[in-house]
C-alpha cells in the first residue's frame, strides 16, 4: 500500500514565540548601567533649581531611546513608581540643552511633581518622546509673523520656551502677557526684553495687583490682537475667559491654548455610563476617566489632559463632549479620549 505524504509549507509568517521577555533583558541590562533598556526611555535627575515657592527646574539626562525632535510648547510623559505604585504625569519641556538633557518646569504640588522636586534622589525615571500639538505658528520655523502669549502660574514653562522660539524665529513682534504671584522667569523674560526690542513684556504680580484678562488688558498691551495668533496656557479661569473673549469676536481659530487640568462643563448633568466589557454601570459627573475612577474602575490613563492617548478607547453609544476643543460627538463606535471626554447622554465604552 502507498502512503501519501503531504508536505505542509510553513509561511515565514507563522507566530514565532518571544523567547526572551523584554522586561527580563532591561532588568539584565540596569546591573550594569541603569539607564540601558531595549526600548524605553530611561532617565536620570541630575540637577534641581528652585525658580519660586513650589515651582523647580527639574534637569533629566536620558538614554540614547529619546528622539531630540522637540518643539517649544511641546511636552513629554513622565512615569515614575511611588510607593509601588507606577504614575504618569504630562511636563511642559524648558529646553533641552547642547548634551541633550531635559530641563522641565514643574510645580511641587500632588504626589507625582512633589516627589521628582524635593524626595527623587538617584532615581530611574521613564519617559515618553516628545508629545502635543502647542506649537508656535503650526510648527512653522519660516513663519514670522507676530504673535501674543499669554501665560499664568506654572503656564510659563511652556510659554517661556516659545518666546525664546519666537525670539529666535525673528518673529516681527512677540508680545507676552504673565500673570504671577512669584516671579519665575521673571529676570530671564526682563532681560530678553531688553535684548530683543520686538519682544514687548507685560508682567503682573497677583500677590499685589487684582488684575484679570479681559478686552482692556489685551488691547492695551497688544492693540492688534485681534488679527495675530494667541498662545496661552495657565490657570482653568483665565483660560475660560479668553475661550470667551475670543469667541465673541468670533476669532476662536486664533486662540492656541494648553491646558494643564481639562475645563469640566460645571452646568452639565449627571449621566449613567456603562463599561460593556467590565459588566459595570456608574454615573459620571466629572470627565469618564474621574468617574470611572471614582467608581472603582482603573482604566488605562496618562497624561490626564488629552495628548499622550492612553486612556483612548470606543464609544458604542452616547453623546460626548470634548472639554478641550468643545467638539460634540454623537457617532456611535467612534474612538473617545476617556480623561477629556463628559458625557451629555447616556454612554456605552467598549471597555
Not at 515565514?12 to 523584554?22: A, C, F, G
Not at 503682573?204 to 488679527?227: G, R, V
Not at 480623561?339 to 465604552?349: D, E, F, G, M, R
Amino acid at each position: 500500500m502507498n502512503t501519501a505524504v503531504t508536505h505542509v509549507a510553513i509561511s515565514n509568517t507563522s507566530y514565532q514565540p518571544h523567547w526572551i521577555k523584554e522586561d527580563f533583558v532591561d532588568f539584565v541590562l540596569a546591573q550594569f548601567n541603569p539607564l540601558w533598556s531595549m526600548r524605553k526611555i530611561k532617565t536620570t535627575i541630575i540637577a534641581r533649581q528652585a525658580l519660586g515657592n513650589d515651582m523647580y527646574k527639574v534637569v533629566l539626562a536620558n538614554n540614547p531611546k529619546f528622539k531630540n525632535q522637540w518643539q517649544a510648547g511641546q511636552s513629554v510623559l513622565v512615569t515614575v513608581q511611588v510607593h509601588g505604585v507606577h504614575h504618569q504625569r504630562s511636563y511642559s519641556i524648558v529646553d533641552i540643552d547642547a548634551k541633550g538633557q531635559i530641563v522641565l518646569g514643574i510645580k511641587a504640588q500632588g504626589l507625582v511633581s512633589d516627589y521628582l522636586c524635593k524626595y527623587a534622589d538617584d532615581i530611574v525615571v521613564e519617559i515618553s518622546q516628545v508629545q502635543g500639538d502647542f506649537i508656535l505658528h503650526a510648527g512653522s520655523h519660516t513663519d514670522q509673523s507676530p504673535a501674543l502669549m499669554i501665560a499664568s502660574g506654572s503656564g510659563i514653562t511652556a510659554i517661556y520656551a516659545m518666546v525664546k522660539q519666537a525670539i529666535a524665529q525673528n518673529l516681527e513682534s512677540v508680545h507676552l502677557i504673565y500673570f504671577n504671584r512669584a516671579p519665575v522667569f521673571h529676570v530671564e523674560l526682563e532681560q530678553l526684553s531688553q535684548q530683543y526690542p520686538q519682544f514687548h513684556y507685560h508682567f503682573i504680580d497677583t500677590s499685589s495687583t487684582k488684575q484679570y484678562l479681559d478686552e482692556a488688558l489685551l488691547t492695551a498691551q497688544c492693540a492688534d490682537w485681534k488679527s495675530i495668533n494667541t498662545y496661552i496656557c495657565g490657570s482653568t479661569p483665565m483660560m475660560k475667559g479668553a475661550k470667551a473673549i475670543f469667541e465673541k469676536h468670533d476669532i476662536s481659530n486664533q486662540l492656541h491654548s494648553e491646558y494643564f487640568q481639562p475645563c469640566v462643563d460645571d452646568s452639565a448633568t449627571e449621566q449613567p455610563i456603562t463599561f460593556r466589557r467590565a459588566q459595570r454601570d456608574f454615573i459620571a459627573t466629572k470627565t469618564l476617566l474621574e468617574s470611572a475612577e471614582d467608581a472603582g474602575l482603573r482604566p488605562t490613563s496618562g497624561c490626564r489632559m488629552g495628548i499622550c492617548n492612553s486612556c483612548t478607547c470606543t464609544k458604542v453609544s452616547g453623546v460626548t463632549k470634548n472639554i478641550i476643543t468643545g467638539e460634540i460627538d454623537q457617532s456611535d463606535n467612534q474612538q473617545i479620549k476617556l480623561c477629556v471626554s463628559q458625557a451629555l447622554s447616556p454612554v456605552i465604552i467598549d471597555l
